[in-house]
């Protein structure tokens, strides 16, 4: 089934208060893209927050596979809603069985001093880099910087937007760059055909800034530490202009393979 617009993939049914449908399914037998439950996740809990205040962190667990070809639906819990700070809890239920939860916090933004700490690793223009074929996103274009890894089943430095217009809708904007972050990994160098399949077991995204993902925007990751069966990276997005939009992590299985009883 062909995805034209990312809008599609993150529209939700609305069944009762606080309460949602996916609305668009796969039909290829492959994994469900977490990339795509937390971006779901995330509009879900946008449908309660206040007026006026947009998503700025996100903190996610992954605890079970999920099916692309079934819906998923979204429970929300109005947890709090202050003067500039909103909370909410969303988990995502999948046949009976929860698959996904995440906390989302939504802030009215007010005036403060502005620094920037860190700056983009250099990859080159995405004019001029190797489009990046990803079979678990959709509608999304990827350029990514030579790879030296031994294993090059994600990326781990690249440029990406979307194939359509997202306007100025800040949820969507944030949702598609939730569901870029998980795009990508950090330990791509440290991989051996040995370590087994890196799913993941949390993931959270800090959004500086609500951006245009129409835009080409630079994903950087960096490793952090493996050990004790996990690993760790985080990582940085940047626009076209160097500006830091996101900050995210992530903690993954990393462990070896079960050998097979013969």
Known sequence: MSLDHLADLFALETIDTG?????????????????????????????????GRTPHSMHCYFLRGGDPAKQVVFHV???????????????????????FNCTVSFHAENEGPENQMVDPVEIGRPEDLDVFESGRLHSVEMREAPNEGPMRTWPQNFWARTTAELGTDPVLNAAALVYL??????????RTPEVGFLSTIDHTVWIHRIPDMSQWH???????????????????????????V?????????????KKSS
């Open 218 to 244: 630079l994903f950087n990751y960096l490793p952090r530490r493996t050990g004790g069966g996990r690993g760790l990276f985080t990582g940085s997005v940047f626009d076209g202009d160097g500006y830091l």
């Open 19 to 51: 309460l949602y449908r996916s609305t668009y399914l796969f039909t290829e037998e492959r994994p469900l893209y977490g990339g795509q439950v937390a971006a779901q996740a995330l509009v879900a809990a946008a449908r309660t927050a206040p007026e």
């Open 181 to 190: 972050t998980d795009g990508g990994s950090g330990l791509v160098k440290v």
């Open 77 to 99: 819990a109005n947890d709090f809603d202050g003067g500039s700070f909103s909370s909410r809890r969303v988990i995502a239920v999948q046949e009976g069985k929860v698959i």
């Open 246 to 258: 996101a900050s995210f992590s992530q903690e993954c299985l990393f462990r070896y393979q079960r």
